[in-house]
């Protein structure tokens, strides 16, 4: 059974730094991607970063790229979001969820962790 666990969330101030945890168990993560999606208040669920594990190939969305950092441990089968430069408009709760890589590219994979809520404010 796929079980994806986040961590790492709560409430920031404007240019923090904080990273966000994912472990994952039931499967192997070697042949699979993770991502890490969030979604705000009355907005649509957006992709963040994602990251196949066998290869390391790694996106990230426009809005996020030079400020977030996706990484992962295949040793403690757990993926990693660091986060710099925290802006107001990042506060969402941020979902990790796992799949075939195309999958999660595709922003429709089938497992999803329960999220964690990350708060900009000061």
């Known amino acids: 059974q796929v079980q994806l666990v986040e961590s790492g969330g709560g409430l920031v101030q404007p240019g923090g730094s904080p990273r966000l945890s994912c472990a994952a168990s039931g499967f192997i993560l070697d042949y699979y991607g993770i991502g890490w999606f969030r979604q705000a208040p009355g907005k649509e669920r957006e992709g963040v970063s994602c990251?196949?594990?066998?290869?390391?190939?790694?996106y990230y969305a426009d809005s996020v790229k030079g400020r977030f950092t996706i990484s992962r441990d295949n040793v403690k089968n757990t993926v990693y979001l660091q986060m710099n430069s925290l802006k107001p408009e990042d506060t969402a709760v941020y979902y990790c969820?796992?799949?075939?890589?195309?999958?999660?590219?595709?922003?429709?994979?089938?497992?999803w962790g329960q999220g964690t809520q990350v708060t900009v404010s000061s």
């Open positions: 969820a796992t799949d075939r890589f195309e999958t999660v590219v595709a922003g429709i994979p089938r497992y």
């Open positions: 990251i196949r594990s066998s290869d390391g190939t790694i």
